[in-house]
């Protein structure tokens, strides 16, 4: 089992429609949550930090996080073309180690 | 964005060759990353430095060396390149200790071994 899992999709959602990205992870001692965007032959570029449960709202980002059940989501509002990339979760702990580990991303792309 | 600079941004070398990528951060964090990034196996720890002269191996260290002989500058060294070291390289920073803080990205290395 993968220590960050993501579907690797493609997700495909129509313009102006509400994206969801799942992720869940193995380590139940993880204590931060990212989410980043990644264009094609680009970087990761980080667009929300979640450290506690429930949901916390940037925009048209919401992440949503339930320790007890070890998932944390992305939701898109309003998805524009733009959106179209890869979207990657990272998981952050530390149990006698430092970790901070990334899922393979999921790719989205938005229907115009 | 934050002040990171790799470089090269692409290099093509042969197999036994030394090759070095560089890390420059203008930002003053203590913690550097490398990382590559393959398909299907997303991004994957190289090494990392939690300050000058101060490093430790990450998930895939095997044939790769890093120095930090300054805040600034993190050094990636693959002493005898292998074709299975094709791969792009993403050097990360972030601000203080710990799995908390983020990580914030260069814009990558693109590296091929033939």
């Known amino acids: 089992q993968k220590e960050v899992e993501q579907n690797s999709g493609p997700l495909s959602v129509p313009e102006g429609a509400i994206a969801s990205l799942n992720c869940t992870y193995s380590?139940?001692?993880?204590?931060?949550f990212f989410w980043y965007r990644q264009y094609s032959g680009k970087s990761p570029e980080l667009i929300m930090s979640i450290y506690s449960n429930g949901d916390k709202e940037d925009g048209r980002f919401t992440a949503q996080l339930n320790k007890a059940s070890q998932y944390v989501s992305l939701l898109i509002r309003d998805s524009q073309p733009s959106d179209s990339a890869t979207y990657l979760c990272a998981v952050g702990g530390y149990s006698g180690t430092y970790k901070y580990i990334f899922g393979t991303g999921t790719r989205l792309k938005v229907l115009a | 964005d934050a002040g990171i600079t790799q470089s090269p941004r692409h290099k093509v070398t042969e197999t036994g060759t030394p090759v070095t990528l560089r890390c420059h951060q203008t930002e003053n964090h203590r913690y550097m990353y490398w990382y590559r990034q393959d398909p299907g196996h997303g991004l994957r720890l190289i090494h990392y430095?939690?300050?000058?002269?101060?490093?430790d191996k990450g998930e895939v260290s095997d044939g790769y060396s890093v120095s930090r002989s300054k805040t600034e500058d993190f050094l990636l060294t693959l002493e005898s390149a292998t074709s299975s070291q094709t791969s792009v390289y993403f050097c990360?920073?972030?601000?203080?200790?710990?799995?908390?803080?983020?990580?914030?990205f260069g814009d990558g290395t693109r590296l091929s071994i033939l």
């Open positions: 430095s939690y300050g000058v002269k101060d490093t």
């Open positions: 990360a920073i972030s601000e203080s200790a710990g799995a908390a803080q983020p990580q914030h």
């Open positions: 380590d139940r001692v993880s204590q931060s």
